[in-house]
């Protein structure tokens, strides 16, 4: 199994500013993801990212808008840029191969006013 | 595209009461399904996998079911407890995780 923590766990955000979310793991994962699940909605994939390349961003995402880092296996950062309301909602991270048992971190709660 | 639906939305049982959650999914082509449980404000947490050549699996009071070729899954919850109540969320998996919109349960004491 692998424990996965992020921060900040929540934050309240103005208009047209960005915030940094930081996902850590206890153990080097080759793969990881980040969603986004708006209020009342399920999870929706953003981006998978990729240690030492670009990430491979979901239709509807771009790396402007979501850019993510990932230095090493087990860390990834994922910035809401120019945020809007609209943007409000938990951002997870989660990591495992599509074959095997996804592990979600605890989620970041945005609210952007 | 892969669609997941979860039905119902919303469930109400009283404790002590076995309950089934359903799970349809529309392309059969998939590595495996999940359960999710996820509680207010917080991530999620991983019930059940079950891979595609499997039929079920289980863990305490928690059954999940797989049929693959007709795109459905379901999970049972027996003697439900008030600590159930939380937000079930059914993913399957493909070339990515398709998750489901959810079932909010409540389990009344």
């Known amino acids: 199994s692998a424990v996965i923590s992020q921060k900040p766990s929540r934050d309240i955000c103005q208009r047209g500013t960005s915030l940094t979310i930081q996902c850590q793991v206890d153990?080097?994962?080759?793969?990881m993801f980040w969603y986004r699940q708006q209020p009342g909605q399920s999870l929706t994939l953003i981006a998978t990212?990729?240690?030492?390349?670009?990430?491979?961003?979901e239709s509807g995402f771009v790396i402007d808008k979501f850019p993510i880092s990932r230095p090493n296996l087990t860390f990834s950062t994922l910035t809401v840029s120019n945020m809007s309301p609209e943007d409000s909602s938990i951002y997870l991270c989660?990591?495992?191969?599509?074959?095997?048992?996804?592990?979600f971190g605890p989620g970041t709660r945005l609210l952007v006013l | 595209k892969q669609e997941v639906t979860q039905i119902p939305a919303a469930l109400s049982v009283p404790e002590g009461e076995n309950l089934v959650l359903n799970c349809s999914f529309t392309?059969?082509?998939?590595?495996?399904l999940q359960w999710f449980r996820q509680d207010p404000g917080k991530g999620l947490t991983s019930l059940l996998l079950?891979?595609?050549?499997?039929r079920e699996q289980t863990s305490g009071r928690l059954n999940a079911s797989l049929d693959k070729s007709s795109g459905r899954s379901t999970l049972y919850i027996a003697a439900s407890q008030p600590g159930d109540s939380a937000t079930y969320l059914c993913?399957?998996?493909?070339?990515?995780?398709?998750f489901g919109t959810g079932t909010s349960l409540t389990v009344i004491p």
């Open positions: 392309d059969s082509a998939i590595y495996n």
């Open positions: 989660s990591v495992g191969p599509y074959q095997e048992t996804q592990y």
């Open positions: 153990s080097q994962v080759t793969m």
């Open positions: 993913a399957v998996s493909g070339n990515q995780f398709y």
């Open positions: 990212a990729n240690q030492g390349s670009e990430a491979t961003y």
């Open positions: 079950i891979q595609s050549s499997q």
